[in-house]
């Protein structure tokens, strides 16, 4: 809410979902610390990354920014596609002793 406040206060409220996304990608670096888990890092840097494409391609009016929030929209969404196979993988490996113990 302040990041949209903001934006739309200094008149570049296209640039929401670039800092939307930026603000998501943030949020994997400290859980990447926590849980001392490296794909969260590379998960941050990569949302991150499209986060500050995003900006790039929109202040330097290289595209237009509904196209632009295309691209930052499918880099976090493949972000968040590899973030939940992988939590599914490493669950089932968690599981999976327990699963052959009672069968």
């Known amino acids: 809410m302040i990041a949209k406040n903001i934006l739309m206060n200094i008149n570049h409220d296209e640039l929401f979902i670039s800092f939307f996304v930026l603000i998501v990608g943030l949020h994997f670096f400290p859980l990447g610390k926590i849980f001392k888990r490296t794909f969260d890092l590379y998960m941050g840097t990569w949302t991150c990354l499209f986060a500050i ?3 790039y391609l929109i202040t330097q009016k290289i595209t237009a920014p509904s196209f632009a929030n295309v691209i930052v929209s499918l880099g976090c969404a493949l972000a ?3 973030y939940g196979i992988r939590m599914i ?9 327990e699963v052959k113990q009672y069968h």
């Open 53 to 55: 494409i995003g900006v």
């Open 80 to 82: 968040t596609i590899s």
């Open 89 to 97: 993988l490493e669950g089932r490996k968690m599981l999976l002793p």
